[in-house]
């Protein structure tokens, strides 16, 4: 049981640095499009940085994927929602960086921006599952669904499509590391595989008047 709860954490761990790897590869990303120049040595320097950053994030995001469903027990609709996300997002990140190469990406796309913002939340609200009887926990997801929608706002500020990526990044950042300290508390409890006693009700009360 032990065993189960210490890579849980560790899953936690790496799906809190690959998405903070993914606030670096938007980060790099303005600057890649603000300062654009084929020609350029340091505009191919952030070219690299920005793959990197994506490989590397997406590498924790995967390894975290894997962990979090080989120990978290159920919550089948998390990981079913979370493994889809982690693919949704490799393929948007590869077509924003490669957007000056490809002629059907349309990376100021308001369409694509609401899709991928709604999308998005909807994988975040998953994640209530971990422990939907927390009302400290729920009001942390509805934040982190705000700040994800909120994502969409950057198409008509005329901001590509990253600046959704960027803001999902910032919400399961902070999910992430809050799912971290709560637990850490003992605000709340994620069961494992191998947990003899507890056996947890999978309903949200957030809807309950």
């Known amino acids: 049981m032990e065993d189960m709860h210490k890579k849980l954490n560790i899953g936690l761990n790496l799906g809190l640095v690959g998405n903070a790897l993914f606030i670096?590869?938007?980060a790099v990303c303005y600057l890649y499009y603000l300062i654009f120049d084929p020609e350029s040595s340091f505009v191919k320097f952030l070219e690299i940085t920005a793959y990197i950053c994506e490989f590397s994030g997406f590498f924790a995001l995967i390894i975290s994927d894997i962990l979090i469903s080989r120990t978290a027990r159920m919550r089948n609709w998390l990981?079913?929602?979370f493994s889809v996300y982690i693919?949704?997002?490799?393929?948007?990140?590869?077509?924003e960086l490669n957007s000056y190469r490809l002629d059907f990406y349309e990376p100021y796309s308001l369409i694509l921006a609401i899709i991928h913002s709604v999308f998005s939340a909807g994988v975040c609200f998953a994640f209530l599952t971990l422990d939907p009887d927390k009302k400290i926990y729920e009001i942390i997801v509805i934040i982190c669904i705000g700040?994800?929608?909120g994502g969409m706002f950057g198409n008509i500020m005329k901001i590509r499509i990253y600046f959704s990526i960027f803001t999902n990044a910032i919400a399961f950042t902070l999910l992430f590391a809050s799912i971290k300290y709560l637990l850490k508390r003992e605000i709340i409890?994620?069961?494992c595989y191998g947990d003899k006693a507890r056996v947890a009700e999978y309903k949200s009360t957030f809807f309950e008047e």
């Not at 949704?88 to 990140?93: G, I, N, R």
């Open 147 to 149: 700040i994800m929608l």
């Open 87 to 95: 693919v949704t997002e490799a393929v948007m990140m590869t077509l």
């Open 24 to 26: 670096v590869f938007s």
């Open 189 to 191: 409890e994620i069961d």
């Open 79 to 81: 990981k079913i929602c």
